[in-house]
């Protein structure tokens, strides 16, 4: 039961409209582009949101590790593409990967890693102060699919795999990479 409660949590989470931050105007710029275009699926979270979830309480060590994930963000953005069956194109995604490379600033940021899962190519960036990442993207490039995650806030590497995880939702499953390399 315990479970069903955090998943639908999470279904609201979702589906609740968020509000925009200012983030880096190329990365908003490439979020303001995609979202609500046909083809595209595009989530935008905010602070409030992330706040709610902090309030809440269960009895559970996984929602207690969501939790923790969540503390410290500011928003959380996500748009992806992908090809299933006639419903997207190989020249669109390509087209989605290009502008997102020719526009987000990338010297910007430092590279944390670089996963390769059969086609995909998930790479992860940060910036940060000091010893604090206070933004991290991830450009998924994939044979039938791109995703472009921001996220901005106070962000603690350790949580952050589990937050990947844990939502059920298009492109955030590449967040669980973090954990394992």
């Not at 992330?50 to 590790?65: I, K, N, S, Y």
């Not at 997102?100 to 430092?110: R, Y």
């Not at 670089?114 to 995909?120: C, E, L, S, W, Y």
């Not at 010893?131 to 791109?146: P, S």
């Amino acid at each position: 039961m315990k479970h069903t409660i955090i998943k639908t949590l999470l279904a609201i989470l979702f589906l609740l409209p968020a509000w925009s931050f200012a983030q880096d105007k190329a990365i908003a710029k490439i979020f303001d582009e995609y979202s609500g275009k046909s083809g595209y699926t595009s989530v935008d979270i905010s602070k409030g949101l992330f706040q709610l979830f902090a309030q809440l309480e269960a009895d559970d060590p996984e929602f207690d590790d969501l939790q923790k994930a969540l503390d410290g963000l500011e928003s959380l953005r996500l748009v992806a593409y992908s090809i299933e069956g006639d419903k997207g194109t190989t020249e669109e995604k390509n087209s989605f990967v290009s502008n997102i490379k020719s526009n987000v600033p990338f010297d910007e940021f430092k590279e944390l890693m670089v996963v390769r899962d059969g086609d995909d190519k998930i790479n992860f960036y940060a910036k940060s102060e000091g010893q604090i990442i206070t933004e991290m993207i991830m450009l998924v490039d994939g044979a039938d699919k791109a995703v472009f995650l921001s996220l901005f806030g106070v962000i603690d590497l350790k949580h952050i795999a589990k937050l990947g995880s844990t939502m059920d939702l298009g492109g955030m499953e590449y967040l669980g990479k973090m954990k394992s390399e």
